[in-house]
């Protein structure tokens, strides 16, 4: 089946396509009791062939690191991972992430050494 492409942004990595788009959404939180969830903006990408599948916590100012949510098959640099820790990069701290980001992060995942 393929993607619905309205309202989606569209990149290219290595020959292939892929979509994306920012919606804010209720925190990733651990269960901790009456802690009122907060509001944060998350970078979805997907694959044409709905293989590589990624939700990018886009972090706030000052956090040391953010989180990874994959949902595809297909993540060369952890595979069978679900969450991941990423590192934070000089180009995610703007409030709206750029196709030059989206390819960066995109190769990110897509690589298989320890950086």
Sequence with gaps: MAVS??????V???????LWHVN????????????E???VRVLHIISSNK???????????GEPHTYLRVEGPQFPRQPGA???????WKHDSKPYPTADFVR????????????
């Design 5 to 10: 492409k309205k309202g989606l942004r569209k």
């Design 82 to 88: 679900k969450q991941i820790e990423v590192p934070r």
């Design 24 to 35: 804010e959404m209720d925190a990733w939180l651990p269960e901790q009791g009456f802690v």
């Design 37 to 39: 969830p907060q509001k």
């Design 51 to 61: 293989q590589f599948i990624v939700h990018y916590r886009l972090p706030q100012p």
């Design 104 to 115: 960066r992060l995109i190769e990110w995942c897509m690589g298989q050494d320890g950086d």
């Design 12 to 18: 290219n990595y290595k020959g292939r396509q892929y």
